[in-house]
C-alpha cells in the first residue's frame, strides 16, 4: 500500500511539467506498475535531499522513506536523472562573458 506524499504546489507544478515528458520518452506505464510517477519524482528528490548517498546507500535510503523497493525506485532515479540531462541545454543558460561573442 502506498504512503501519502505531502505535497506542495511546486512539487505538484514539477510533477505536471515532468510527468508527460517522462510518459513521452518511456512510454505510459503498464498495468503492473505498482507505483505512480508522483512516487517516481518524489524518491528521486528525497535521493538528492539526502545528499546521493554520501554518507552510504542513498538509493535505499530514499526507497526506504518512500516504502517503495529499490530496484523501482532505481528505475525512476536512472530515468529521472537521463531525462532531466537531456532537458540541461534547453533550460540552464550561461550568456558569454563578452556579448561581441554572442554574434
Given at each position: 500500500?502506498?504512503?501519502?506524499?505531502?505535497?506542495?504546489?511546486s512539487f505538484d507544478s514539477?510533477?505536471?511539467?515532468?510527468?508527460?515528458?517522462?510518459?513521452?520518452?518511456?512510454?505510459?506505464?503498464?498495468?503492473?506498475?505498482?507505483?505512480?510517477?508522483?512516487?517516481?519524482?518524489?524518491?528521486?528528490?528525497?535521493?538528492?535531499?539526502?545528499?546521493?548517498?554520501?554518507?552510504?546507500?542513498?538509493?535505499g535510503g530514499a526507497a526506504?522513506?518512500?516504502?517503495?523497493?529499490?530496484?523501482?525506485?532505481?528505475?525512476?532515479?536512472?530515468?529521472?536523472?537521463?531525462?532531466?540531462?537531456?532537458?540541461m541545454d534547453d533550460v540552464?543558460?550561461?550568456?558569454?562573458?563578452?556579448?561581441?561573442?554572442?554574434?
Open positions: 500500500m502506498q504512503e501519502s506524499i505531502v505535497r506542495s504546489d514539477l510533477q505536471s511539467f515532468l510527468e508527460s515528458l517522462y510518459y513521452k520518452k518511456y512510454g505510459l506505464p503498464g498495468k503492473n506498475t505498482q507505483y505512480d510517477f508522483d512516487f517516481g519524482l518524489g524518491v528521486l528528490l528525497t535521493y538528492y535531499g539526502n545528499g546521493c548517498g554520501q554518507d552510504g546507500d542513498g538509493i526506504a522513506q518512500l516504502g517503495m523497493p529499490r530496484p523501482a525506485a532505481c528505475r525512476y532515479i536512472k530515468n529521472l536523472k537521463v531525462l532531466l540531462y537531456e532537458m540552464v543558460y550561461f550568456p558569454s562573458p563578452d556579448s561581441s561573442d554572442e554574434w
